[in-house]
């Protein structure tokens, strides 16, 4: 009987302490301040990007941010009514510095995708686009990605990229460069380094706009996907707020300018700075 008492007490003390560990560990993860929160309270944005993805993130001829997904941030900062600050990274440094708390979110042209959604979160897709080949214009013999799957061939790609994890899934035999960005693959191309490139369609439908004989693109999609918004990882307040955001924008006269201002005219393209 003595026994059987101080069975029941032990356990009872253990669904006590293991409730109150619950109850302490839900408060604190309530507690925990979103990103929008953080951003409310010092009245500030601070968004991560990777110049260089045209006619989504580029620099102008004085230096300052231009593009779709910066119009669509600063769309994000006058909805939350604060500032917006702008911090350039290489495509890979994105994620890191989103992780480390040095930008409250990524806009720069991401796919969403599930190794990525391990260490961040996407909100809803805001821009459907897809991976194509860009080739030299004096290869008028490729006509897919396969032609140039041969030993002695080589496939430039941007760092960190979807299109860089593609060519690395598809090529079996030429083998795959990898480049900081994307106008040094285009330019390690254009000087012999390389016999072609994968990159998202926007990108390469604009570049062939600025190197008309230079370059020319395979237009049949490789791959598509969805670009998306990050945080960090399980923010769902932030991912909340964003999607509600994203659905009044889409489709809003705002956006519906952005969009005809970036891809449907190119009278932009002398103003933005390029890599020599």
């Known amino acids: 009987m003595r026994k059987r008492l101080i069975f029941v007490l032990l356990l009872l003390f253990t669904l006590v302490i293991t409730g109150c560990s619950n109850d302490s560990d839900t408060k604190k993860a309530g507690n925990d ?15 991560g990007t990777a110049p260089g993805y045209f006619p989504f993130e580029m620099k102008d001829l004085n230096g300052d941010f231009i593009g779709y997904d910066i119009d669509t941030a600063k769309a994000i900062s006058e909805s939350l009514k604060v500032d917006v600050e702008f911090k350039q990274f290489g495509f890979d440094g994105l994620i890191p510095a989103l992780q480390t708390g040095e930008i409250d ?93 994968i990159y998202d369609e926007p990108g390469v439908r604009t570049y062939e706009l600025m190197n008309p004989d230079s370059v020319r693109g395979l237009y049949d999609l490789i791959s598509s996907e969805n670009l998306g918004i990050a945080v960090r990882k399980d923010d769902l307040k932030s991912i909340q707020w964003i999607n509600s955001f994203l659905e009044s924008y889409i489709g809003s006269p705002a956006e519906l300018e952005s969009r005809k201002k970036w891809f449907e005219n190119a009278d932009w393209l002398d103003k933005v700075e390029t890599k020599k």
């Open 33 to 47: 301040p979103s990103t929008i929160d953080n951003v409310l309270k010092k009245k500030k944005l601070i968004i």
């Open 105 to 197: 979110m990524v806009v720069a042209g991401m796919t969403i995708r599930g190794d990525r959604a391990l260490s961040v979160s996407f909100a809803n897709p805001y821009f459907k686009t897809g991976q194509v080949m860009m080739l030299p214009k004096k290869d008028t013999a490729t006509k897919s990605w396969q032609d140039l799957d041969k030993p002695g061939k080589k496939i430039a790609v941007s760092l960190g990229t979807t299109g860089a994890l593609l060519a690395k899934q598809l090529y079996k035999n030429a083998e795959v460069l990898d480049f900081e960005d994307f106008p040094s693959a285009s330019m390690a191309m254009i000087q012999g380094q390389a016999d072609g490139i």
